[in-house]
């Protein structure tokens, strides 16, 4: 029963594109699941450290833009470009949560809001490097081999196989005896420091883990789109991607995984309301955050299991 | 002082030298010292107010110490870390019971095992066969500390969910799921029925039994004359009376100060 989700969930994602019709929702799909892999990673910081970044798209973009430089600048192949751009991230990211991490309060939420900011503005400036506003084209596309991710479809199976085993990687996490401090510690700091946690490094570590995620979607994001402009990684972004732990449920992790896909693919639905789809989409965002504050997933599923009691 | 230090005592496990804790102004422990012997409960008692519980957080590294210094087995442990003492052993319960209600008695228990256990974010993430086994033992280690306490039926239950008697045992038992050399509780059967209160000596005597080091701070007289074979008398941050219950019973200050009328 407990792992029974896992596969049921993986057979949909495999078997969903042979019933749908339309290839643009295959884009949309892709992007989800870059978006998955964003906001499980800025979940496991919202709903287990107590901290809210609002610097993800920072993250997102340095991943894009480091994989864009390193591979069609410098002409490093792609593949270890990948890890190296988030391992790179993944250093920026511990030198901001270093300082701001160890003392108490939301100094995170400041740091990452200015550093987005700002690396928004080296994207838009940098122009000799960065390409400027209007962007960066003629990123290399992935393949294997002889085998080239050329199609949606193809770039589906690969990014939905990234996004289920960062869900597998995460679920395992917070099994585990990491897991385990990490909640402890958001849910009762000085308990859990009495107890033995160093909660500092652990929050500095989560933060870490999660900017490289999103580093990973950023670098997958570039050789998939192949052209990235600055305001795909603005703090608007940025918003979005806490909306989306949000509204799926802090401390969730499948909640991350359904909040990020339905709300990457709300615009889409929405499409067909056009000027009010903004309107809309706020509307329905506001409405979960009323009357599901601690998202809609955990709402589910206790709604599910009230039903199934009441029925036995 | 009331009676002269024990001859019998070994060497001492704490040692706390002239410490003083500072709040804006107020002193609420000047240049207190004692000793504390293994194997023994020693009740910290006094007034409200008198300093009991910050004594319990500069132990734990939770309030700095201004001044004087503390040492844990002859070393000094002023400046470090709770998270650090807590892993040299010495864990403790809180005044109002501070446990992680977002988790199941067990889990709770599981997490007090954190110092003694060594798996991190990526042998969790990958499930290395390591932290499995890990993993095994924790859990089944936790089951067996949890039978001891009465708690196993329990297990699964959230920490939230189960009585006040349970959450104060529970807290305990994540407590001394870190093998801890020395225990500190505060106030463990604050709120209980009298029936609940001997429930909790029993099991205080219990831990005593098997040799554990235990420092207790608790309002209750009967509980505390009762069960300790120690008591240290605190007034404003002072120390104003130590020795055996039974001769603290006859000081006339530590009487005026704090016994009053109860005895
Ligand atoms: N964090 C703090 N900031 C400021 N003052 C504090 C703080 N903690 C304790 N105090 C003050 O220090 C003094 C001692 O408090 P403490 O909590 O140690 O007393 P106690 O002996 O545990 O009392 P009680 O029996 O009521 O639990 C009190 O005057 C209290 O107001
Ligand atoms: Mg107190």
């Keep these: ?312 | 002082m009331i009676s002269p230090a024990d001859p019998h005592m070994d060497t001492a496990v704490l040692e706390a030298k002239n410490i003083t804790v500072r709040f804006e102004g107020l002193e609420a422990l000047s240049r207190l010292s004692f000793a504390i012997s293994p194997r023994r409960i020693v009740s910290i008692i006094g007034p409200n107010g008198a300093g009991k519980t910050t004594l319990l957080n500069a132990i734990t590294g939770v309030y700095p110490i201004h001044a004087g210094e503390i040492l844990f087995q002859g070393k000094s442990i002023s400046g470090l870390k709770p998270f650090q003492i807590a892993a040299l052993g010495i864990t403790r319960s809180f005044q109002q019971a501070q446990l992680f209600m977002n988790m199941t008695v067990l889990e709770n228990v599981m997490v007090g095992m954190h110092s003694r256990t060594t798996s991190g974010f990526f042998k969790g993430m990958l499930r290395l066969p390591s932290e499995r086994k890990e993993e095994r033992i924790i859990s089944a280690q936790s089951r067996d500390i949890l039978d001891e306490f009465g708690l196993i039926s329990k297990a699964a239950d959230m920490a939230g969910h189960i009585s006040i008697l349970d959450q104060r045992r529970l807290e305990i038992a994540r407590a001394m799921a870190a093998r801890p050399k020395i225990l500190l509780l505060d106030e463990p059967a604050a709120g209980l029925t009298i029936r609940e209160m001997e429930a909790m000596a029993d099991l205080i005597l219990g831990l005593r039994e098997k040799g554990q080091t235990i420092i207790l701070v608790e309002h209750n007289m009967r509980l505390v004359m009762a069960i300790s074979d120690h008591l240290i008398v605190l007034h404003h941050g002072v120390k104003i009376g130590e020795g055996r219950p039974e001769d603290i019973q006859k000081n006339r200050q530590v009487i005026e100060a704090y016994l009053g009328k109860k005895v």
């Design chain 1, 1 to 312: 029963m407990k792992h029974l989700p896992l596969p049921v969930f993986s057979l949909f994602v495999i078997a969903l594109p042979l019933i749908l019709s339309n290839n643009y929702y295959l884009m949309a799909l892709n992007i989800a699941a870059l978006n998955v892999v964003i906001v499980i990673g800025l979940n496991l910081l919202m709903g287990y450290a107590g901290q809210i970044s609002l610097g993800h798209a920072a993250f997102f973009g340095l991943g894009a833009y480091l994989s864009a430089i390193l591979t069609t600048t410098c002409g490093f192949p792609v593949w270890p470009t990948i890890p190296a751009a988030m391992a790179i991230t993944a250093v920026v990211a511990y030198l901001i949560g270093i300082p701001t991490l160890k003392l108490e309060g939301h100094y995170l939420v400041m740091a990452t809001l200015g550093f987005n900011v700002i690396v928004y503005i080296v994207m838009i400036q940098l122009s000799a490097v960065t390409g400027g506003p209007s962007g960066f084209a003629g990123i290399p596309r992935l393949q294997i081999g002889g085998f080239a991710f050329d199609s949606d479809l193809k770039i589906y199976y690969l990014f939905w196989a990234v996004a289920i085993l960062v869900l597998i990687l995460s679920l395992n996490l917070i099994h585990s005896r990491a897991g385990r401090a990490m909640a402890a510690l958001s849910h009762n700091e000085i308990a859990a420091r009495c107890t033995g946690i160093d909660t500092e490094t652990y929050k500095v570590k989560i933060f870490v883990i999660s900017a490289a995620l999103a580093s990973l979607a950023g670098s997958l994001y570039a050789h998939y789109i192949s052209f990235i402009s600055p305001g795909s990684f603005s703090i608007f972004f940025s918003l979005q991607a806490v909306t989306m732990v949000l509204v799926g449920g802090m401390g969730s992790v499948w909640g991350s995984l359904f909040g990020a896909i339905l709300l990457s693919l709300l615009p889409e639905v929405l499409h067909s309301v056009k000027e009010y789809n903004v309107l809309v989409y706020g509307f329905i965002l506001m409405a979960v955050l009323m009357f599901f504050p601690r998202g809609l997933f955990p709402a589910g599923r206790s709604f599910c299991i009230a039903m199934i009691r009441k029925k036995t």
